[in-house]
């Protein structure tokens, strides 16, 4: 009998430990809280948002530390992506590239393509037909990335992006936020493990939340 209870008794302290583990997390220095908390797509999962730009150094710097992380998340956790441009026009295109390719069902794969494009190849996208023929070199359909790219609803879409960003009232990209209610500005450091080490407890705090 005693050997049955041990599994049970590690499993007990390792979620004690969880849950004091959580607890020890400091608004204002690991995290922001959001406020007031914003809706997220899914109800039954926790949400983590990356608010991003292709334009962006830093979020180059972060994004294959981001890639590798993101892979390993829990069913129980969705990733999304918001592009911002926040007003800036240099930011614009890259926002468009992302909610097209988006559309198309490729922005993951061509992440981090456009990323080195953009911040090793150093491309010179000053027209949208130069977009074009790089996501095409890169098996994209031009004709259907262009309708995309070129869509009324594209407005929608960069609009709502940088509407989200002022709700979650970010202060920079690149920028986690998990369930609507905390957000984690990834500082360019080179230590990305150690701050996604706190995105994954307040997972774990959003993950209890849902539970009570």
Not at 115 to 129: I, K, N, P, S, Y
Request: neutral net charge.
């Amino acid at each position: 009998m005693m050997n049955r209870c041990k599994p049970l008794i590690a499993a007990a302290l390792m979620l004690i430990g969880a849950a004091a583990s959580a607890q020890e997390l400091q608004a204002g220095r690991d995290y922001t809280e959001v406020v007031p908390h914003q809706p997220t797509t899914d109800a039954k999962r926790v949400v983590v948002t990356e608010f991003f730009s292709y334009a962006c150094p830093h979020c180059f710097s972060f994004n294959p530390s981001l890639t590798v992380w993101v892979s390993k998340l829990p069913k129980d956790v969705l990733f999304e992506r918001v592009a911002v441009a926040f007003g800036r026009q240099p930011w614009q295109k890259p926002a468009q590239i992302f909610y097209a390719l988006q559309a198309l069902g490729k922005a993951e794969e061509l992440s981090p393509a456009v990323f080195g494009a953009l911040h090793v190849e150093r491309a010179d996208w000053q027209t949208d037909a130069q977009i074009m023929d790089w996501v095409a070199a890169h098996g994209v359909n031009r004709d259907e990335f262009a309708a995309a790219f070129n869509s009324f609803g594209m407005r929608s879409f960069l609009a709502r992006g940088d509407q989200l960003a002022t709700a979650h009232k970010l202060r920079g990209v690149p920028t986690l936020v998990v369930d609507g209610k905390y957000a984690r500005m990834i500082d360019d450091n080179g230590d990305f493990g150690a701050q996604l080490a706190i995105v994954d407890r307040l997972i774990a705090k959003a993950r209890a939340e849902k539970a009570e």
